[in-house]
Structure formats: C-alpha cells, structure tokens
T-cell receptor, first 112, second 113 residues
Framework: GENVEQHPSTLSVQEGDSAVIKCTYS??????FPWYKQELGKGPQLIID?????GEKKDQRIAVTLNKTAKHFSLHITETQPEDSAVYFC???????????FGKGTHLIIQP | DGGITQSPKYLFRKEGQNVTLSCEQN?????MYWYRQDPGQGLRLIYY???????QKGDIAEGYSVSREKKESFPLTVTSAQKNPTAFYLC????????????FGPGTRLTVT
C-alpha cells in the first residue's frame, strides 16, 4: 500500500519568511496529492492540490511542486503570516482505491 | 449551509462500552470516510463507503464497525474490542472516486477511561 513520509515534523520561521514542507510517497500509481491545513481542535481543510499531469501549481502565497520521477512533492508558503500557524498534512491517493494516505503532519510556527 | 456535522464534539465512555459517533453530510456526496488521528500522527483510514449499503475496511478497521443505510449518514461504532479507543475521530466526504477533494467534519474527541 501507499506510504507517505513528511518532513520536518516542526518548522519555525520568522514572519515574512518562506516555509517549505516536503513529502515523499511510495506508490507510483498515485496521481493526486492534496495538502491540508488543520487548526487546533478542528478538521483539516484543503489548501491546495496537484495532479500528476502538472509539475507546479500556485495560489497566491501558496505553491506546490511535484516530481513524479523522484516521488516527492513540496508545499511552499511565501511571506508567512501569523495566521499560517497550524499543522499541515500532505496526502496521496491510494493508487485507485478510495481514501487518502496522509503524512504525519508538520507543525508550522510563525514567529513574530 | 452545506457541510459535514459530527456529534458530539467531546465524548467520554467507560472501558468495555461500545460507543457510536455520528457523521452527517448534506453535500450530496457519494463517498464517506472515517479517519482516526492520534497526537503526532497523521490521519489513518478506518473505513470508507462509496455508495449506500456498501463499505470497505481501511488500514485500521479492527475494533470498529460502520453502517451506510442513508447517503447522508455514516455512523462509526467503536467497540470494546478496540484496544486504544481514545483519539480524535474525523469524518469526511467526497464526490465519487478517490482522487478528489475530501471535506472534513469538525471531529469528535473520544476519551475512554
């Protein structure tokens, strides 16, 4: 089955700097890679996703890159703000089966 | 107001008791999912359902059961056979298929003592 590794587990950056979170996956049949943001005590919310037919996708300060050959994808947040502080999860589809396999999460801390 | 509701937000039970967590959606989604979240862990798939009256086991189904009698509802029962039931439980739904956005509910925090 699919295995998703996520690094780092905690990331602290100064407000205004950029943050990068990286994930690797194992199943070459996976084609859908979403990123979720979870605030304390709440359910995760999708912030951006990418499919295997593109290498990069941007939405304002957030971008995701995908390297299918190396089986890794990354989340980039520029000009970080205090409201970006949260736990971020990467995920990959399960190669045709329903459901997603999630990474263990990155706690992003924005220092004022 | 469309979305997914889970109730209750906090649930306390004694060891040895079964407990059922509610999940309802009004998004007209065909697929529904249950995940378990533990501190420092990602979300792990318990069960999922693609259509009414059908469901499949996920990665950690032991000690759990589900039903899907209505499209809108996908309740999860945590049985006494589940060795470590204390966790945060998240329900999600999506349009049919595994390669689409999943919408999550607010979660239920279950504590078993």
């Amino acid at each position: 089955g699919e295995n998703v590794e996520q690094h780092p587990s905690t990331l602290s950056v100064q407000e205004g700097d950029s943050a990068v979170i990286k994930c690797t996956y194992s199943d070459s049949a996976s084609n859908y890679f979403p990123w979720y943001k979870q605030e304390l005590g709440k359910g995760p919310q999708l912030i951006i996703d990418i499919r295997s037919n593109v290498g990069e996708k941007k939405d304002q300060r957030i971008a995701v890159t995908l390297n299918k050959t190396a089986k890794h994808f990354s989340l980039h947040i520029t000009e970080t703000q205090p409201e970006d502080s949260a736990v971020y999860f990467c995920a990959a589809d399960r190669g045709g089966a329903d459901g997603l396999t999630f990474g263990k999460g990155t706690h992003l801390i924005i220092q004022p | 107001d469309g979305g997914i509701t889970q109730s209750p937000k906090y649930l306390f039970r004694k060891e040895g008791q079964n407990v059922t967590l509610s999940c309802e959606q009004n998004l007209n989604h065909d697929a529904m999912y249950w995940y378990r979240q533990d501190p420092g862990q990602g979300l792990r798939l318990i069960y999922y359902s693609q259509i009414v009256n059908d469901f499949q086991k996920g990665d950690i189904a032991e000690g759990y059961s589900v039903s899907r009698e209505k499209k809108e509802s996908f309740p999860l029962t945590v049985t006494s056979a589940q060795k470590n039931p204390t966790a945060f439980y998240l329900c999600a739904s999506s349009m049919a298929g595994g390669r689409v956005e999943q919408y999550f509910g607010p979660g239920t925090r279950l504590t078993v003592t």
